[in-house]
């Protein structure tokens, strides 16, 4: 029971990252230590799977797919979504640069911990890497699309969002608002239960983590060193969306004016600043990033106290 509430509050870590745009539920599933469990759990959904299904094997088809790893898992996903979406809403509105500093914090050690899984760092893997940084450094720069409801959009979306939430790095909220959808999936439909939005973003999910996931488990038992390299490169890249000190930057239309959507302004991008040093709230967002670093430097004790127990 002590396994299960621990992967529960990892669910938990997971789920509240893909709710904050920057920051990857896959970045937490890989400093927890659970991220190849996961990938290779969702292989497990295949034709063998099917059949003992089709057969009522239930016992069989949920040791094939280490049923209960994902259902205590997800839960603890599925459970923080619904229920951080306003309070991170909340928090963001009013203390975004302590929240954006925390995360920095986390991100800069997760950097650490998951290049420290590398065992050679040769040509191929260095090379891996720097790919995977400039890919997340260049979604950084790209502008966000407009709103749309349409079923097939939402698909694309939750496929999207899932290959996301299975990359450490790539943070399927960031990449939802340059979709233009992470206001209408995330801080509308989520908190409201609006089936009519989630259900074909959660039929996307489904098809991107059967896909994606396989494409991941391939590539870690090919190409491990190069597959967690250019992990490692997405999870640098994301640096610069989750820097603490930027102006938001929206969009406009010709004349100037700012374009609203349901009576809020559009982010576009960010204008990224250096931060004030003479400022007490500059040093309190900095004892945050230590935090956040803190809080990876904990989980990973963690997990080595357990390993040699």
């Known amino acids: 029971m002590k396994n299960y509430f621990l992967l529960f509050l990892k669910g938990i870590g997971m789920g509240a990252a893909n709710v904050i745009p920057g920051v990857s539920g896959g970045t937490i599933a890989f400093i927890t230590n659970i991220y190849e469990d996961l990938i290779h759990s969702l292989k497990s959904f295949d034709l063998i799977a099917i059949q003992y299904l089709l057969k009522f094997k239930i016992k069989s088809f949920a040791e094939h797919v280490n049923l209960t790893f994902l259902i205590v898992l997800f839960s603890g996903i599925i459970i923080s979504i619904i229920s951080l979406g306003k309070l991170l809403s909340f928090l ?45 450094l260049a979604i950084t720069y790209m502008n966000p699309a407009n709103s749309d409801d349409s079923i097939l959009y939402l698909i694309i979306c939750g496929i999207v969002a899932m290959a996301s939430m299975l990359l450490p790095g790539l943070s399927g909220s960031f990449v939802l608002i340059l979709m233009g959808n992470y206001q209408l999936i995330f801080l509308e439909a989520v908190p409201e239960l609006n089936i009519r939005i989630l259900a074909p973003v959660v039929f996307g999910s489904i098809i991107g983590f059967v896909i994606l996931s396989r494409i991941i488990s391939f590539l870690l038992e090919r190409f491990r060193n190069q597959t967690i390299g250019l992990l490692t490169g997405f999870i640098l890249g994301s640096l610069l969306i989750i820097w603490p000190w930027k102006d938001e930057v929206y969009l406009i239309d010709k004349s100037g004016e700012a374009i609203l959507r349901k009576g809020e302004m559009i982010v576009e991008g960010y204008n990224w600043n250096l931060p004030d040093l003479y400022s007490g709230q500059t040093w309190l967002a900095i004892l945050f990033m230590i935090i956040g670093i803190l809080a990876v430097v904990l989980i990973e004790g963690v997990i080595k106290t357990k390993e040699v127990k």
């Open 92 to 136: 963001f509105d009013q203390y975004p640069v302590l929240v954006w500093a925390f995360f920095f914090g986390l991100i800069i050690a997760s950097v650490y911990y998951v290049g420290k899984t590398i065992s050679d760092w040769n040509g191929p893997t260095i090379l891996s890497m720097i790919i995977g940084t400039m890919v997340a």
